[in-house]
T-cell receptor
Framework: GENVEQHPSTLSVQEGDSAVIKCTYS??????FPWYKQELGKRPQLIID?????GEKKDQRIAVTLNKTAKHFSLHITETQPEDSAVYFC???????????????FGAGTQVVVTP | EAQVTQNPRYLITVTGKKLTVTCSQN?????MSWYRQDPGLGLRQIYY???????DKGDVPEGYKVSRKEKRNFPLILESPSPNQTSLYFC???????????FGPGTRLTVT
């Protein structure tokens, strides 16, 4: 199966600075990598995702990069704002035809705190 | 409104008393999953289902059962709850692999 490690576990940034969260995965066959944001007391919600045929994807202040050779992917948040404070989870998924298809393997999460 | 619903939202129970947490989605999604969330451990999958009558174990299935008799419903059953099953539980659904997964609001379970 797949194993996903996420770092750091906590991240404090000043408002306006950038934040970077990194994840590594174990199975080179994984082909889908979403990022979820969970605000305090709320459910996780998808903020961005990337497929293995793409190296980078951006959506306004957030971006995700994927390095298939090194088996790691990262979330970049620029110009951070207090509303970016939340727990962020990365995940990886193996494709159809493998033993674990249809199963998202999540990292342990990163608590991001943006201080004004 | 497209949504995943769970009931109850909060539950306090005693060891050994069978309970069921219901999950329903109105998006006609094929895939449904149950997760538990514990501090420092992230989201761990308990069971998932790829279609009606098709279910499979996730990472932490011990002590749990599920059923998928209808496409929209995916209940989680704890036959004999124990204190180590105290956790926050999320149901989720998605249209297919590599598509967005939608989470329910969560069920906070305490087993004393």
């Amino acid at each position: 199966g797949e194993n996903v490690e996420q770092h750091p576990s906590t991240l404090s940034v000043q408002e306006g600075d950038s934040a970077v969260i990194k994840c590594t995965y174990s199975d080179s066959a994984s082909n889908y990598f979403p990022w979820y944001k969970q605000e305090l007391g709320k459910r996780p919600q998808l903020i961005i995702d990337i497929r293995s045929n793409v190296g980078e994807k951006k959506d306004q202040r957030i971006a995700v990069t994927l390095n298939k050779t090194a088996k790691h992917f990262s979330l970049h948040i620029t110009e951070t704002q207090p509303e970016d404070s939340a727990v962020y989870f990365c995940a990886a998924e193996l494709p159809l035809g493998t033993d674990s298809w249809g199963k998202l393997q999540f990292g342990a999460g990163t608590q991001v705190v943006v201080t004004p | 409104e497209a949504q995943v619903t769970q009931n109850p939202r909060y539950l306090i129970t005693v060891t050994g008393k069978k309970l069921t947490v219901t999950c329903s989605q109105n998006m006609n999604h094929e895939y449904m999953s149950w997760y538990r969330q514990d501090p420092g451990l992230g989201l761990r999958q308990i069971y998932y289902s790829m279609n009606v009558e098709v279910t499979d174990k996730g990472d932490v299935p011990e002590g749990y059962k599920v059923s998928r008799k209808e496409k929209r419903n995916f209940p989680l059953i704890l036959e004999s709850p124990s204190p180590n099953q105290t956790s926050l539980y999320f149901c989720a659904s998605r249209r297919d692999t590599t598509y967005e997964q939608y989470f329910g609001p969560g069920t906070r379970l305490t087993v004393t």
